[in-house]
């Protein structure tokens, strides 16, 4: 692409255009500011939900400041008035090495949720990994992204037959990939969301994938059926109990008057809360997802070089290097010091892509630097969401495509390969 028509430059151009007349983007585009947006929007729910990390927030913290120990040195005289962002990943051409992580329980930020969502960024043409813990059914979101390339993330679930299930319709909805999350078999110790006795899964909220699947409505109704348990004493209704019940006949299918009178809503929190996850999950099972799909198997949570190396051996299609944006564990490695290993181990024989951490382009661009294909982002989205719905999203994502463009341009890189070619400065930790 020419100056002129690089996306840097027309989004730029465009803020500062349509700042003439007063009018402001339709997200805040410095990150820390647009941190302060969304949490003034969200409520404390969802706020401690999205925002939230495990016990003290250090790995959090320890992801962001990696970013600070690798300084971009720009190289001058170069001709970059032609720029490419493009990529290729898994056999597809995409526009920028740029993915949506997977989110879960999006209806705590807006309404519509993953529909709103893929309304907003579909036209940007990145891949949007829908979560396992989505807020709509993957076949809605998969038909509101259009043409727009989705992957599905797999919560491997104690129920095989539900495990089968799940892919089986993210092969229908048309998905490039399987992306398998390996560091949630068990919750970490999330104190933002335990301070307020907050899990949106027990109302109902983030499990669409669920109670719109037939193996697993078959198990909720299963559950109804079965022997009934001897009656416990109940406890004097509150506000919160009240709301809680409620949410619950919302989100299943059918009249909310009916709902409140039905053991369904309750039996299918209960059959989740059962079924999520699998803590005895170990290498030697990931040969059983093959006997349900060809698409590409990823593994996202990689931190260690010997786990990448197992992966690689047991046949993976890709690695994601992530700790959870440090939802899961306080005090684990940031996953930009555990990025070069795991390229070094990988050696180029499966893609690598980067997750947790990434605020703005020059943090893509890093992670790209150290050896990443591509980069997954996750807050920044979620925050414009929250703050200005589809449009908040879409704009947060044109930000980081604008910054990493001009970065590009201020450092000497004219593609995504001349990145990598260039690299950073001395790690100065």
Known sequence: MSEQESVGRRVQSRIYREGLFGRLPAAPVEPSALERAARKKLSARAWAYVAGSAGQHRTDAANRAAFDDHPIVPRMLVDVSSRDLGTELLGRRLPAPLLLAPIGALELVHSRADVELAEGVRELGLPVVISTQGSSPMEET????????????LYWSSNDDLVASLVRRAEAIGSDAIVITLDTHTLGWRTMDLDLGSLPFT????????ISDPVFRRLVEQRVAGPVAPAEPTPRPTRSAVSAAVSMARHWPGSLRENLRSPLPRAAVETFLEVFSRPSLTWDDLASLREHTRLPVLLKGIQHAADAAKAIDHGVDGLIVSNHGGRQVDGAVASLRALPEVVRENGQRVPVLFDSGIRSGADIYKALALGAD?????????????????????????YLLAELDLT???TGARTIAEIRELGLGQDRS
């Open 203 to 210: 109302r109902a909220e983030g499990i669409a994938q669920y």
């Open 408 to 410: 590009m341009a201020l």
């Open 142 to 153: 998969a038909a509101t992204l259009g043409s727009c390339p989705r992957w599905f993330q």
């Open 374 to 398: 591509a980069v997954l982002v996750g807050r920044p989205w979620v925050y414009g969401l929250g703050v200005g719905g589809g449009a908040g999203a879409r704009a947060v994502m044109e």
